[in-house]
């Protein structure tokens, strides 16, 4: 069964009004930051969502933490609303939802202890006796890699940056969540550490049975780690599937653009020239079709009318491009 | 050769103790070329520019047995005629987070002429003609030098930045990190204006970067920092086919590549000491799987190999061994 699911789900934020709007009598505009979305979170899957910063891949996250409130649609926990739940299942559902946050130099407590720091989210959920929370607490810090007796009792400016990510990952995990949502965990890491990092989510993803949904703009990171992947532009849902496949691929012109326009660490290998035109624009009072379509080097009058949603019941490689099938007919792929 | 620094020193005083941030470092940096520096944070590549540019701390404090820049002696040069002569007209800065660096309260235009008329003798109408030049060859259009920074994204920031440091034809631009905090798009589009404008104005660039694949597109020679000192340099294909020091090899391992999905990532061990003794020893050591009883004893010597590659190991000799040792994951958990 699919742990969370967004149905349709749509966030919109108010532009506050000048005082020109006023004098002109202009409607305040909307920023579109998710647009209809259906995504599902299976079980035991970690789901990389990319795309540019605006793109809303924190908005979509945000939602699925029950931080945001989605303008419309619903999202489902188990089959249960969010929006209507009752105490007893909203209790369950913060225990087994659980974020790691990007920058751990700015997501600790710098007066609390570690201990304290890891324990705060049990204690304040009341989710077991003291006695009960300590010992855990500490099997969570070995299993992140940290020596309970050394680390336990130190602040968090005593820790390097790598070691502040681990207490960030045993905080979020020692709840016993479901799903992990972690945004941008990597990104104030060095890169000599990156890969540790990585693999620790990674293997107690495994161990300890949760989902994971993994944001990040760095889709090398994402083939590494991520089952299935979702491309995201401006709001809208472009591209899913699993992750080697989207990578090595891409169907929709967005993908194939961003995924061209990663350096490759190898001097001896040429990625091209992104086939996309101008700049991002942010989604304003946007309109039904493909918010791509501007941008696009592809793209017909047809575009602006028409947007394929995914159909994210399956696992099937797909594109919310109309046209992806003849895009790319004939060119030769060079990812493989 | 453009820039030849020897023997460079940068320590900070803290506490009564002397915390040497850059550590008997060689730094040659040939007419037209892009040298790229890259290492971890803390390794000393910030502390290593700002010292070249008299940017320190108070606290700070420069050594070095000589720098000449372009057969000028800029060592022993006064503050007053290296401001003068140096900064802006023959090496310009990009700093960090350049993005943040305009004053919001200027427009963009008036901040660029600011600094050619503080430099050189152009009329304010000449300026603006120059920023229309500078703007248009970055690829902002020249209309834009009305705007004030909060207009601009964050790439447009960058671009304006990059055509504030060739605003004097600098022979050297020195580029902190250029592209962090950029979407991968935008991302690339300013790597590629970089190229570009590098060969229009003719000028050296030295890029400091933590991101490897960065340097691979861009940098035509890279030195690897590691604890304030390079511990190899070599043209960009020879650091990454052919690495020679453990921490070149194990900086590679950890890098993902989009093209090698397969391809496991390998962390290194442990994390950049503090150099804070004068006792020789490799400063690699504790996290080197390849490390000997003599490493932590020997400060190893740069050696040359073929085609101006030079590396400070001792066992550089079982190079190529060592590099397919260091391509097992074994190799770094012990």
Known sequence: ?336 | MLLEAKNLNVSYRRDGKEIHAVHDLNLTIETNEVFGVVGESGCGKSTLIKGLLRLLASNGRIRADSIVFDGLDIQNMSAEEFRSEILWKRISLVPQSAMNSLNPVYKVGDQIVEVIQEHSGMTVAEARIRVAELLESVGLQAELANSYPHQFSGGMRQRAMIAMSLALNPKLIIMDEPTTGLDVLVQDKILRTLADVRHQYNCSILLISHDIAIMSELASRIGVMYAGSFVETAQTDDIFHHPSHPYTMGLTNAFPSIRDLDRELISIPGSPPAIDSDEPKCWFNQRCPFALDACSRITPEETNLQNSHRVSCLRFEERVELADKAKRKATWIS
């Open chain 1, 1 to 336: 069964m699919d742990l969370l699911t967004f149905e349709d789900v749509s966030k919109a934020f108010q532009i506050p009004r000048q005082f020109s709007d006023f004098l002109f009598r202009r409607p305040a505009g909307t920023i579109q930051a998710v647009r209809s979305i259906n995504l599902e979170i299976k079980q035991n899957e970690i789901l990389g969502i990319a795309g540019e910063s605006g793109c809303g891949k924190s908005t979509t996250c945000m939602m699925g933490a029950g931080l945001l409130n989605p303008t419309s649609g619903c999202i489902k926990y188990c089959g249960r609303d969010i929006a209507n739940m009752s105490r007893a299942d909203l209790v369950e559902f913060r225990k087994s939802v659980q974020l790691i946050f990007q920058d751990p130099f700015e997501s600790l407590n710098p007066r609390f202890m570690i201990e304290d720091i890891v324990a705060e989210g049990p204690r304040a959920m009341k989710l077991w006796p003291e006695m009960e929370i300590r010992k855990k607490v500490s099997e969570i810090l070995w299993e992140v890699g940290l020596d309970p007796t050394r680390f336990a009792h130190r602040y968090p400016h005593e820790l390097s940056g790598g070691e502040r990510q681990r207490v960030g990952i045993a905080a979020a995990l020692v709840c016993e969540p479901k799903i992990v949502i972690a945004d941008e965990p990597l990104s104030m890491l060095d890169v000599s550490i990156r890969a540790d990092i990585l693999d620790l989510i990674k293997n107690l993803a495994k161990d300890r049975q949760f989902s994971c949904v993994y944001v990040s703009h760095d889709l090398s990171i994402l083939g590494n780690v991520a089952d299935r992947v979702l491309i995201m532009y401006l709001g809208q849902a472009v591209e899913l599937g699993i992750a080697k496949d989207v990578i090595q691929s891409p169907a929709h012109p967005y993908t194939r653009a961003l995924i061209s326009s990663v350096p490759i660490p190898d001097p001896r290998i040429d990625r091209g020239v992104p086939n996309i035109i101008g700049d991002i624009s942010l989604p304003v009072n946007a309109g039904q079709g493909c918010s791509f379509a501007p941008r696009c080097p592809y793209a017909e009058a047809e575009c602006a009318r028409r947007f394929d949603a995914l159909d994210t019941a399956t696992s099937v490689h797909q594109s919310a491009c109309w046209k992806s099938d003849q895009c790319f007919a004939g060119v030769t792929d060079d990812h493989s």
